[in-house]
């Protein structure tokens, strides 16, 4: 009898130790993510706390951790990113289309190994401490786009004959839909958890800086907001939705149409598209040489501060949900360019979101296009920071970090 107890205690232990084992390898660390962020009215939560961040963008993290030797760089990223304070990182869940590493390469048919991919980011990103704004899908044709769906359809024998109908003929419409659901109930095969029931991803986003010029009125872009907001959330109800808008004014409140940079109008309406009742939070982005070139700094100084003013105002007065400005950088292609240059205006952004964040809590962060590691200057836009290479900014993005953090412990 006592054999066989010992017999019995050793295989318990042994099968004790396996599945210990077995975890750790699974869940090599355990994610550092605690908490959902929700939206109270005008405001970010975190565990019915305020929250405020200080947030970057680095497009790239699916594509090169969908390679083993590429996933070394995800990882600094993160790293050098959590260590300076920022804590929301937005980046792609799309690439569509048969080119390098493509997530959907056919219309639901996906390339598994770049989905471990961002298995691996989401991963990665919970264990930094980091939370995930998620793209599904581009305006550009970069990575596919909606050029890419629209083609797909066409090839299917769809009557499609121009990008913009991705928003209102049913074929893409059900192409993208099929993406949606696919990417928001995939099972991470690294944490064996569903990207739905994720801490880790703080939020949803629709399209990549949409616009629908084949329809400046805004009804038919207004109309695949609400279509695909709601469907999102039939999916997914626990994690926050956005747009992904950059920010220009429509038709609903036209003295507004007169901030918009060059007067664009690009068939979306920053004021209705945001109004959607399924819509948890604005955008906008900001690029100042790129919308107003040829102007001085002064000139772009004061459209910085109107552009982030007027959507903050909007945003608090009108809409009474939380506003981030999504993208923003500074161009070392552009003459007179340098880092000091750079944190000079990265200061003045960040300046102005702490204060607005201050005078009402529904600015909640601005987010800086873009992080890389260290040697990845084919994929510079020009728009690339560095981290290790650039120790002065990195003194300007921990503070901002450190600012936010502290501001919303007083809210």
């Known amino acids: 009898m006592a054999s066989l107890m010992k017999a019995c205690c050793f295989n318990l232990l042994f099968l004790l130790l396996l599945t210990i084992s077995t975890t750790q390898a699974r869940h090599p660390k355990m994610s550092q993510v ?78 598994e190994r770049v989905f471990e991919g961002l298995d691996f980011v989401l991963s990665e990103a919970g264990r930094h401490g980091v939370r995930l704004i998620l793209s599904l899908v581009n ?38 839909k099929n993406h949606i659901k696919k990417v928001i109930t995939r099972i991470n095969t690294i944490t064996g958890i569903a990207y739905k029931d994720d801490p880790a991803v703080m939020a949803w986003e629709l399209m990549n800086e949409p616009r629908c010029q084949a329809n400046y009125s805004g009804h038919i872009f207004n109309s695949w907001v609400e279509e695909m907001a709601s469907f999102v959330k039939s999916i997914d109800s626990k994690h926050l939705l956005e747009i992904g808008m950059e920010g220009f004014y429509g038709n609903s409140v036209p003295d507004r149409k007169q901030f918009n940079p060059g007067n664009y109008l690009l068939g979306t309406d920053f004021i209705t598209n945001h109004l959607v ?25 004061e459209f910085v501060e109107k552009w982030i003013r007027r959507h903050w105002e909007d945003a608090k007065t009108i809409l009474n949900k939380p506003l981030v400005l999504a993208e923003f950088g500074k161009n070392s292609r552009d003459r007179g360019f340098s880092v000091g240059v750079r944190n000079s205006f990265m200061n003045n952004v960040y300046r102005q979101t702490y204060n607005l964040a201050r005078d009402g809590g529904t ?25 290790p290479e650039n120790p002065s900014t990195v003194a300007v993005i921990s503070s901002q970090s450190r600012a936010m953090a502290n501001l919303a412990h007083t809210l």
């Not at 359809?153 to 121009?162: C, E, I, K, L, S």
């Not at 600015?363 to 981290?387: N, P």
Request: negative net charge; glycine residues 10%; proline residues 4%.
């Open 34 to 111: 605690k908490g959902w962020v929700t939206r109270n009215g005008a405001r970010f939560e975190l565990n019915g706390s305020p929250f405020l961040f200080n947030g970057f963008n680095s497009y790239w993290l699916m594509v090169e951790a969908s390679e083993p030797n590429g996933r070394h760089k995800v990882v600094e990223v993160l790293r050098y990113a959590s260590a300076a304070g920022l804590s929301v990182c937005r980046t792609l869940a799309f690439s569509d289309g048969n080119h390098y590493n493509g997530l959907q390469i056919l219309p639901g048919i996906y390339d």
């Open 139 to 176: 305006n550009w044709v970069d990575f596919g786009g909606k050029r890419q769906y629209v083609e797909w359809a066409r090839n299917a024998g769809a009557p499609v004959y121009n990008d913009d109908e991705f928003f209102n003929h049913p074929v893409p419409k059900g192409y993208y």
């Open 277 to 301: 009742q399924q819509i948890d939070f604005a955008t906008i982005h900001l690029y100042t040489t790129r919308w107003l070139p040829g102007e001085s700094e002064n000139d772009e100084m």
């Open 363 to 387: 600015m909640a962060a601005s987010m800086v296009w873009q992080l890389m590691a260290r040697g990845m200057g084919g994929w510079d836009d020009g728009y690339a920071i560095v981290l």
